[in-house]
C-alpha cells in the first residue's frame, strides 16, 4: 500500500508541481483552494489526493518558489496559510511550461503523425 | 526555517492540515451530510494523513538526521524495555571483541610490531658475515659513510650487577653505541638520550638511561631520579633519563633490559680487541632506500673490511639483512614456527569466539523479533515503507554493537591495564605494553560494522519479510521459515563451538605435553649459580683458578651431591651454536656447543653412552678432546665414534681458517639444548679448560636447594669478598 502511494506521486510530481505554480499565478491561495481549483478547471478529471499537495507545497516553498504566510481570510473571520508565487516561482513556471509543450507535442507526433501535415 | 525550529514547523503543519480538513468538512456538510459524514469524506479525500505527514516532512530536508535521531531514542527506549536480553547481548559482544582484540594486542605487542622506534620500517638488522661484530668492524661500518645508510647502531645485552646498599642485585641491562636512542628515534619520557659528547666510548663520568620500570621499582618512580647515581659492576653511573613507559626494547617479545649504558671498556673490556665482540647492529636506511638496494650497498664495504683484515675470518659468511619484527626475526630468533601458528590459531578462535557472540545475538534478535513482529505488522500496515523498518531494526542492532564494542574495548583495557602490571622478573624482565594503536582500532571498528551487519541484517529482513506476510495471516508458514533459521544458527553455534573446544582441547594437549617433555637431563634440585668476576682485574687465568677453586669448595658442603661448571646453561637465554665444523670430510651446519667441567654430565645427570668424562688433567696443553652427543655421532661419525676427529675453525685466522683438529673421547645422550620443543640436534661439549669462558655453576644438591643457598652463597664470598655474590635460579 505504502508502495503505491509513493509511486503515484513520484509520477504526479513534475506535473502537479507545475499546476500548483499555475494556480497561484492567479493571486494568493491556501491549500484547499488550490485543489479545488485544480479539480473544478480540469472538470474533476485529475483527481489530486488533497493531502499529497501538501508535501509539493512545502517543497515549492523550500525551492523558494512560494512563499507562505498565515492571514486572515477577507470572508471569514478565520486564519489560513496562503502561498504566493515568488519572482523565483514565475520563471519556473514558465521553464515547466514549455517543458511541459514539448513533451506533448513529441507525444502527440508519436501518437498522432498525419494530423502534423 | 531551521530544523531547529521542527516544532514550530510541526505545529504549523498540523493547523495546516487541520485547517483543510475542517474546509473541506464545511463544504460537504453544505452539500447536505451529516458530521460525522462530512468528517469521514473529508478524510477520504485528503488521503493517509499520517503518510503525507511523513512525505511533507521529508521535504524539510534534516530529514534523515531527524530520523536517525528518532530512531536511536527508539532502539534505546526498547533495549531498555527489554533490559536482560540488552545485557546478555551487550556481554555476549564485549566478552568476543574483548578476546580478540586482546589476543590481537597481545599479538601485536609481543610479535607483531614489538619495537618502540620512529619509522620502524626503515631499521633493519645487519649481520656482515657474523651476527654479532667487533667493536673495531662496527666503528669501520660507521664511518664508511653508507649512502643507502643513515645511521647505524650497535648494542649488547648484558647481565650487570646492581649495588643497592649492601645487597648486590643482578639485572639486564643494553650496553649500546651512544647514538642508539637518535637513530632509534626514541625520545626518554624523562631527561635526555645520550648525547654527542657522549660519543666517545669510556667517557668519564658514565651515564645510564633507565627504563621505565626500573625507575618504578627501584626509584619508586620519585620524579627527581636525573642525576642520581647507580652502581653497576662495581663502576658510578648518573642517570640521564628514563625510558617511556610503554617502551618496547628492539629484543621484542616484550623483553625490558632495564638500564642502558654507552660502550665502555670498563663494562666491556678492550674495545679494540678484535676477537672481542658481541654487538648487534641495526642500521637506519635513507629515506625512499629499498631492503635490496641496502642489502647491496653493503656488499663493497664489507669487502673492503675483509681486505683490511684478511686474518679476521669470523666475517667470511654472507651477508644478511632483516627487519626488526615479523616471522623473519621470529625464525632468526629461534622462535618455533608452531609458536608463531599457534598464536595466529589463537586469534582465529578469538574470531571464532566473536562470530558466535554475533550468531548469539543473531538468535536473539531473531527471537525478539519473532515477538515484535505483531508491532512491526501495525507499522507497515500504517504505512511504513519497509526500508523504514529496516532501518530501525538495524539501528537498534547498531547500537546493541556500538555498545557491546564500547563495553569490549573497556574489557580490552582493563585486561591491558592488567598486563602492564604482569611484570614476569625471568632473567630478562619481560614486560608486556598492549596499547590500543591504531591498527587495533581498525581491526575493532572493522569487527563492530561485521558485528552490526551479521547480527543486525538477516533478523532485519526476515522480521520484516514476516510480518508483510503476517498481514495477510499466513502465520503458519511464517513461523516455519522462522524456525528454520533459528535452526541453522544453532547448527553454526554448535559447529564453531565444536571447533573451539577440540582446538582448544589440542591446545591443552600440545602444552601438557611440553610441560612434561624430557629436557634429558634433571631438572629437579637443580641450581644454577652465575658469578660475574670484573673482567678487568682477573684475567682469564685467575678467573679459571677462582671457578676451579669455587667448585672445590661448593662440592664439600653438605647437601651437595655434585657440582659443575658450563659457560652456556641448557634452556637459558643464551646459546653458543657455531657453524662450519668439518668431520669425516662432511661439514656440521650447526652445533650447540657447550664448555664445561668434568662433572658436568653427572650434575645434570645425561649419561654417557661411550668413552669416557672430561678428566683434571685434559688441560689446555693436552690434546684436544670432546663429548657429542648421540645425534651428532649417529649423524657424522664412524665406527664407533671414539676417536674420530673434528676440525673447528679457529677464529681470526682467516679465510680459510685454520682448523683445529680435536678428538671425540665420549658420547652423551641427546638432551634438549635451546628449547624443549626442540627437535634433537648436535651437540658438542668441550673442556672448559681448552675453551675458556666463564663457567656458570651447576649445582645438584641432594635436599631442596633453598637450604644450601646460603652456604654457597657464603662459600663464594669467603673465596672472593669483591666479587658480587651470585645469583640463583633454578
Not at chain 2, 527 to 535: F, M, S, Y
Not at chain 2, 698 to 713: K, N
Amino acid at each position: 500500500m505504502a508502495k503505491d502511494t509513493r509511486q503515484r506521486a513520484n509520477v504526479l510530481q513534475g506535473t502537479l508541481d507545475m499546476l500548483i505554480l499555475r494556480t497561484l499565478i492567479l493571486g494568493p491561495a491556501h491549500g484547499h483552494e488550490i485543489g479545488k481549483y485544480i479539480q473544478r478547471t480540469t472538470d474533476d478529471l485529475l483527481q489530486v489526493q488533497h493531502g499529497s499537495l501538501y508535501p509539493a507545497l512545502h517543497r515549492l516553498e523550500r525551492r523558494g518558489w512560494l512563499t507562505a504566510k498565515w492571514e486572515t481570510a477577507q470572508d471569514r473571520n478565520r486564519q489560513f496559510k496562503y502561498y504566493r508565487l515568488t519572482a523565483a516561482g514565475r520563471k519556473q513556471l514558465s521553464v515547466e511550461e514549455s517543458k511541459w509543450k514539448q513533451m506533448a507535442r513529441a507525444v502527440a507526433q508519436v501518437m498522432w503523425p498525419a494530423e502534423e501535415n | 526555517m531551521r530544523w531547529w525550529k521542527k516544532n514550530d514547523r510541526e505545529h504549523d503543519m498540523e493547523k495546516e492540515f487541520a485547517s483543510h480538513l475542517e474546509l473541506e468538512a464545511e463544504e460537504q456538510r453544505a452539500k447536505g451530510l451529516s458530521v460525522e459524514e462530512a468528517r469521514y469524506a473529508a478524510q477520504r479525500a485528503f488521503g493517509n494523513t499520517a503518510l503525507m505527514k511523513e512525505q511533507t516532512r521529508e521535504e524539510w530536508g534534516w530529514l534523515k538526521l531527524e530520523i536517525a535521531l528518532k530512531d536511536v531514542q527508539y532502539g534505546i527506549r526498547g533495549l531498555f524495555r527489554s533490559p536482560i536480553f540488552t545485557i546478555v547481548s551487550v556481554l555476549s559482544l564485549a566478552l568476543g571483541i574483548g578476546a580478540t582484540t586482546g589476543i590481537f594486542g597481545t599479538f601485536e605487542a609481543v610479535f607483531l610490531n614489538a619495537v618502540t622506534a620512529r619509522n620502524l620500517g626503515q631499521l633493519e638488522h645487519i649481520e656482515p658475515g657474523d651476527s654479532n661484530v667487533s667493536y673495531r668492524c662496527f666503528q669501520y661500518l660507521s664511518s664508511a659513510n653508507i649512502p643507502t645508510v643513515e645511521g647505524l647502531v650497535a648494542y649488547f645485552e648484558s647481565g650487570l650487577s646492581l649495588r643497592s646498599g649492601t645487597e648486590m642485585e643482578r639485572i639486564t641491562g643494553d650496553i649500546v653505541s651512544p647514538n642508539f636512542f637518535a637513530v632509534l628515534g626514541v625520545t626518554p619520557a624523562m631527561g635526555r638520550a645520550f648525547s654527542e659528547d657522549e660519543q666517545q666510548p669510556g667517557r668519564q663520568p658514565h651515564v645510564a638511561i633507565v627504563s621505565h620500570g626500573f625507575w618504578q621499582r627501584k626509584f619508586d618512580a620519585r620524579p627527581d631520579v636525573l642525576g642520581k647515581v647507580i652502581e653497576l659492576n662495581r663502576e658510578v653511573f648518573t642517570i640521564v633519563g628514563v625510558l617511556p613507559k610503554n617502551y618496547r626494547s628492539v629484543h621484542g617479545y616484550g623483553m625490558s633490559p632495564e638500564v642502558y649504558v654507552p660502550l665502555s671498556k670498563e663494562l666491556v673490556g678492550d674495545l679494540n680487541d678484535p676477537s672481542l665482540g658481541s654487538l648487534n647492529l641495526i642500521a637506519r636506511m635513507q629515506d625512499g632506500v629499498t631492503f635490496s638496494q641496502l642489502k647491496a650497498s653493503l656488499g663493497p664495504v664489507v669487502q673492503s673490511w675483509r681486505q683490511l683484515y684478511p686474518g679476521d675470518g669470523r666475517y667470511a659468511g654472507k651477508i644478511d639483512v632483516y627487519p626488526l619484527t615479523g616471522i623473519e626475526k621470529m625464525r632468526r630468533d629461534g622462535i618455533p614456527l608452531e609458536l608463531t601458528v599457534f598464536l595466529l590459531l589463537l586469534i582465529l578462535v578469538a574470531v571464532l569466539i566473536l562470530l558466535i557472540a554475533c550468531a548469539n545475538v543473531a538468535g536473539l534478535l531473531v527471537a525478539r523479533g519473532a515477538n515484535r513482529s505483531r508491532e512491526i505488522a501495525v507499522r507497515l500496515a500504517l504505512g511504513a515503507p519497509r526500508y523504514r523498518v529496516i532501518q530501525q531494526l538495524l539501528t537498534e542492532t547498531a547500537l546493541l554493537a556500538f555498545l557491546g564494542s564500547c563495553a569490549g574495548i573497556a574489557l580490552y583495557l582493563a585486561l591491558a591495564t592488567a598486563a602492564e602490571k604482569l611484570q614476569i622478573r625471568e632473567s630478562v624482565p619481560f614486560e608486556l605494553h598492549l596499547h590500543l594503536d591504531r591498527t587495533l582500532l581498525y581491526f575493532s571498528i572493522g569487527l563492530v560494522a561485521l558485528t552490526t551487519l551479521l547480527s543486525g541484517l538477516v533478523p532485519a529482513l526476515q522480521s520484516s519479510r514476516n510480518s508483510w506476510h503476517l498481514r495477510s495471516n499466513q502465520i503458519g508458514a511464517e513461523t516455519y521459515q522462522r524456525f528454520s533459521l533459528r535452526r541453522a544458527l544453532v547448527v553454526g553455534q554448535f559447529a564453531l563451538a565444536f571447533v573451539l573446544l577440540v582446538s582448544a582441547s589440542l591446545f591443552l594437549r600440545g602444552l601438557a605435553k611440553n610441560s612434561h617433555a624430557d629436557p634429558g637431563f634433571n631438572m629437579q634440585h637443580l641450581l644454577t649459580v652465575e658469578v660475574t668476576l670484573n673482567d678487568a682485574s682477573y684475567s682469564a687465568y685467575r678467573s679459571e683458578r677462582y671457578f676451579e677453586r669455587a667448585i672445590n669448595e661448593i662440592s664439600r658442603l653438605q647437601g651437595i651431591r655434585s657440582v659443575a661448571g658450563a659457560s652456556t646453561v641448557p634452556l637459558g637465554i643464551e646459546h653458543w651454536v657455531i657453524g662450519s665444523i668439518r668431520v669425516n670430510d662432511r661439514n656440521v651446519p650447526r652445533v650447540f656447543v657447550n664448555s664445561v667441567t668434568p662433572g658436568y654430565f653427572q650434575a645434570m645427570q645425561i649419561p654417557l653412552l661411550k668413552g669416557r668424562d672430561f678428566q683434571a688433567d685434559d688441560r689446555a696443553d693436552s690434546p684436544p678432546v670432546a663429548i657429542v652427543n648421540q645425534t651428532f655421532a649417529n649423524a657424522y661419525l664412524k665406527g664407533d665414534g671414539l676417536s674420530n676427529l673434528v676440525y673447528v675453525p679457529i677464529a681470526g685466522t682467516g679465510t680459510p681458517p685454520t682448523f683445529l683438529p680435536i678428538q671425540i673421547i665420549g658420547i652423551a645422550r641427546d638432551s634438549k639444548y635451546g628449547s624443549l620443543g626442540e627437535e634433537a640436534a648436535p651437540a658438542l661439549y668441550w673442556p672448559v679448560s681448552q675453551h675458556y669462558s666463564p663457567p656458570t655453576l651447576m649445582v645438584d644438591s641432594a635436599s631442596a636447594p633453598a637450604s644450601v643457598i646460603t652456604a654457597i652463597r657464603q662459600t663464594l664470598v669467603s673465596l672472593e669478598p669483591r666479587a658480587p655474590p651470585p645469583c640463583q635460579h633454578l
